[in-house]
């Protein structure tokens, strides 16, 4: 006896795939496994009179949010790039045009990305978090030793004003907030990785290790940077400390916008064959 996937594998035979060939990877794990007795003669249309209206309005809304999900890890991905000539910039004092600089990272993350499983790909995730903790980490110990945040005045008497709350305005409130949501925009990635794992079984403790680390880095080094330039903190944070540690923080993090450009355009390319 043989289990299948009904919505799975009526997707796979629509592209004229037997259900032997049917690729682990494409079953959603809420979808409901149909016993099938005999592979070899199983139609895919079979087991459809099975499937309740209310299983298939679920299924049409997450396939929804699921292709919502696949278009914002794009977003992201052409967001890193930007970030990735951003940094370019900031080290070539503006070497060459930003638009070529969009272009090399868009060309080495869409070589990278074609690799399929990320078994092969997954070690750039800890090149990609030794780049970033190292330049934050830098960034936040060269804001605790420089005289005054590069933002402030040079010259004369200066005040560095910290608030745990103020009064900002609608968008600046929302613009706040979308930093805040946008930081954890890696989130959706978890549903790719989940379906890839050997053991499944380890998947909510994988979450909740990542999480609670980025969550105390960003308070930690947020916490650190804010308290030493207040209200000259730069945006983005990595140039507050300096011209010079402005280079250096960014060439620390060159690699891990790279990885994230490479991680977030090959999550939705695996839905898109």
């Known amino acids: 006896m043989v289990r299948l996937c009904h919505w799975c594998v009526q997707e796979e ?54 292709a919502d999900r696949q278009l914002m890890l794009t977003a992201i991905a052409g967001s890193g790039m930007l970030s990735f000539s951003i940094a370019l910039n900031a080290v070539s004092v503006h070497g060459t045009c930003t638009v070529v600089f969009v272009v090399v990272g868009a060309i080495i993350a869409f070589l990278v990305s074609c690799i399929q499983t990320l078994d092969k790909i997954s070690w750039i995730g800890w090149v990609g978090v030794v780049s ?54 890696g989130t959706p990635c978890f549903f790719n990785i989940v379906g890839e794992m050997r053991n499944v079984k380890d998947y909510t403790k994988s979450v909740l290790v990542c999480q609670s680390a980025v969550t105390m880095v960003y308070l930690i080094i947020g916490s650190v940077v804010y308290h030493y330039t207040g209200q000259y903190i730069a945006s983005p944070a990595l140039g507050s400390a300096g011209i010079l540690m402005k280079k250096v923080c960014y060439g620390l993090a060159i690699p891990g916008l790279l990885v994230g450009c490479i991680i977030n355009s090959h999550m939705p390319a695996k839905y898109g064959k």
């Open 13 to 66: 035979a629509s592209r004229g795939l037997h259900p032997c060939r049917v690729s682990p990877q494409t079953h959603i794990p809420q979808h409901e496994l149909i016993p099938v007795s005999d592979i070899s003669s199983w139609d895919p249309s079979e087991g459809s009179s099975t499937v309740s209206c209310t299983g298939l309005v679920s299924h049409h809304i997450a396939f929804a949010m699921f």
């Open 132 to 185: 970033i903790v190292s330049s934050v980490i830098t960034l936040a110990v060269a804001c605790g030793v420089s005289d005054r945040p590069s933002a402030a005045p040079q010259t004369g008497p200066f005040e560095v004003i910290v608030k745990a709350s103020a009064n900002p305005s609608f968008v600046d409130a929302i613009n706040a907030l979308n930093i805040i949501i946008f930081a954890y925009a």
